[in-house]
């Protein structure tokens, strides 16, 4: 009958490559840190240059709708003011109905012809419920 080995078993971190001591097969990491810049790197998005621009396009929109609203919860502006401010009716993270959303602010067109910018309920952003 074979003995059990008593050797020491080490395995390196799938992070940083140091030896984690009395490695468990099922150990993957030399500490919580090394795990967390593991997954971190794993799941950072890419941007390439076409994204980065519109990424900067959208967060322009988004500061010049933040500053037009301040801590009010809707607030109505004309077509100029907004055109002043270099916005691009263009770029929107989303459409639902008449409002199209920059992230976490909204705008709808009026009949009279300003502009209406609110905030966005939570619910039509978080877990993929939206208003009809």
């Not at 997954?39 to 950072?44: E, P, V």
């Not at 933040?66 to 993270?93: C, H, N, P, W």
């Amino acid at each position: 009958m074979a003995k059990a080995s008593t050797q020491k078993v080490e395995h390196p971190c799938q992070h940083c490559g140091k030896e984690i001591p009395n490695w468990r097969s099922n150990k993957k990491f030399c500490d919580e840190v090394c795990k967390f810049k593991f997954y971190n790197k794993k799941n950072r998005v890419v941007l390439d240059e076409d994204m980065k621009h519109i990424h900067g396009l959208l967060a322009d929109n988004y500061e010049i709708l933040k500053s037009l609203i301040g801590e009010e919860r809707t607030v109505d502006v004309s077509y100029r003011a907004l055109e002043e401010m270099k916005f691009d009716f263009q770029f929107v993270t989303q459409v639902i109905g008449s409002y199209h959303n920059i992230y976490t602010l909204s705008w709808l067109k009026l009949d009279n012809g300003l502009y209406r910018i609110s905030r966005v309920p939570r619910k039509t952003y978080r877990g993929g419920y939206t208003i009809k």
